[in-house]
């Protein structure tokens, strides 16, 4: 049996109730929805974690944030964690990522682990790959070498910029922005990225002995700043370009990046709320746009029926709703509800919608089942991997045994603690920021914990928008689905490998780091 070539294409900070195909209003993804049509689309599909890091460890592990304990920008995976492409390679995929977030593959965090090639188009330093072979090989070498030279350079200093308090603070100064948002590529290079990503596809398809390769694809369009192309932003915002209040707004709150995590004190007013909410669904419309040439080279006879792809998010973005911007702290469907459309002839039929409630974590099983891959235990630090119980196959005729409900988990940043500490400190006790937040799922209800606590109860079918806590209404529910959460957390800590705690990050003091700036000149 031939084994499928597999596509994995993350669309960072989209929310799927901004999508058409996802019942939004507006035709705001046209091609993503042409494509569903052929595929599954999971109506119902719920993020393991709420920003970057920990929501693409369990994509790469297919554990929840607990277990793999990736969950701030200081923790690198630990060695014992296996990974999607690591089994993958060794079952002879090529795996190759094209990523646009800085946070995976620059980030010194050992998520682009198991990866033969993995491109970088964020970061102060991004490589390209050479699909056509253009250039002298000898060229190459040289050119590679340099890149290699300049990432050593820069590395420390980027991952610093990461982590570390002061220069944090100091980065994210609104006069500061604007000086490295462009030089650093913050949010990477689509375009070029989805160009390289068709011709790389193409290049290896055309070789006559080639194994079967895993891509993995990050695009960063719909994460702020905000600066979708004109016929975009005429057709989402046609007031923007004689509104000189909301342009004001928006190119302020571009360069504000404090503003995107922390809690709001105030709500948006109006116009800011629609400003950036159009803004948002000019982005997304964008990227949809983007997508259309790999979706047309996925779409391919030759292609489509040996080839699994699977569309999804790694989180959502607050845009002004429960007093959140970002994606920072909360576990509100704003920012943990993703898309997830799956399209492999063989195993996911085409037009299906399916309501179950499933967790993104599951397109690491879906993925090996596809591979034929079914690993039982990776040793003795390992739990078994439920290839079987977990893959997402096991949705289309209801829930899978293993996962009857699901949960979100929103670990903190401590990058944000940092910053509110510094400009806000009364903030941290008021919203509860030091407080992990959970979700559990069960049917149609959620319930929301905060440092353990029961916090909120919602109706998620009736009240999409979370609006109406029905925590005093239905206790016997909160208490099944606290119950759920307390044996959820516990089996997820006991399933870590037995050396994660040494696999978290340390990070340099503000002194040590100053000392190094000085060093370079660039303080006194």
Known sequence: MTKPDIVLIVLDTLRADRMSCYGYERQTTPFVDAFAEDATLFERAVVPGQWTIPSHASLF??????????????????EDTVTLAQLLRKDGYRTVGFCNNPLLGVVENELDRGFDEFYNYGGAVPNYPDIARSRPEILNRLIERYNRLMRRVIAPFQNQFAHNNLLLSIAMHPLIV????????????????????????????????????FAFINLMETHLPYRPPGRFIQRFAPYYEDDKEARDFMRGYNREHYRWMIPLTEPLGEREDRV?????????????????RLLKDL???SVRDNTMVVITSDHGEGLNNHNFVGHSLVA???????????????????????????????????ALEAAGIRPHGLGTDHAPIEVEDLTLTQALNGSSPLEATVFAEAYTPDTLL??????NPDAIDYFRCRSMRRAAYEGRHKLITVGGEPDELFDVVNDPGETKNLLAEHPEKVSKLQRALNSFVKEAEARRPANWES????????EEISERLRALGYME
Do not use: C
């Open 418 to 423: 940092a910053l509110m500490e510094n400009e």
């Open 503 to 510: 696999a978290r990050r340390l990070r340099l003091d503000d």
């Open 332 to 366: 509100y469907d704003d920012l943990v509800r993703a898309p997830l459309v799956i399209r492999y002839p063989k195993q996911y039929p085409a037009g299906r919608r399916v309501s179950s409630l499933v967790s993104t974590r599951r397109v690491f099983h879906a």
């Open 178 to 213: 604007p000086l490295w948002q462009g030089s650093v590529n913050f949010k990477g290079n689509t375009k070029r990225s989805l160009r390289d990503v068709v011709r790389y596809l193409r290049v290896h398809r055309g070789k006559e002995e080639r194994p079967p390769v």
């Open 276 to 292: 950036l909410n159009d803004l948002y669904d000019a982005e997304v419309a964008y990227q949809d746009r983007l997508l259309r």
């Open 299 to 301: 779409n391919r006879p």
């Open 61 to 78: 592990t297919g554990e929840y944030p607990t277990t793999h304990m990736t969950t701030q920008i200081h923790d690198t995976l630990g």
